[in-house]
Nanobody, 123 residues
Framework: QVQLVESGGGLVQAGGSLRLSCAAS???????????MGWYRQTPGKERELVAA???????TYADSVKGRFTISRDNGKNTMYLQMNSLRPEDTAVYYC??????????????WGQGTQVTVSS
């Protein structure tokens, strides 16, 4: 089983930066089986939304609202994914979650979520 733990959230003023980390732990087989990973965020009363995603090959996808401001990356050697957030806005305030998709075999995959980390951007 894979476990994901986020860190790096906090309070920052508008225009500031934060870097979130998502560390994966578990068996070597499970960690090596993580395919795509992503960052999601959620605010009260709203559905969780995709912020950015990255495949095992390094291809990235971003929500339009964060393009040009956020950068997703992963360091497979450290089993860690990052989200560099620059030019933060009050509307970026949310709980940020990381997700990993573990591909065990053809036709069998599952998602793992972290516990979330709060990001608050003050105006």
């Amino acid at each position: 089983q894979v476990q994901l733990v986020e860190s790096g959230g906090g309070l920052v003023q508008a225009g500031g930066s934060l870097r979130l980390s998502c560390a994966a732990s578990g068996s070597r087989f499970s960690i090596n089986s993580i395919n795509s990973m992503g960052w999601y965020r959620q605010t009260p009363g709203k559905e969780r939304e995709l912020v950015a995603a990255i495949t095992s090959a390094g291809s990235t996808t971003y929500a339009d609202s964060v393009k040009g401001r956020f950068t997703i990356s992963r360091d497979n050697g450290k089993n860690t994914m990052y989200l560099q957030m620059n030019s933060l806005r009050p509307e970026d305030t949310a709980v940020y979650y990381c997700k990993g998709t573990v591909v065990v075999s053809v036709g069998f995959r599952y998602d793992r979520w972290g516990q979330g980390t709060q990001v608050t951007v003050s105006s």
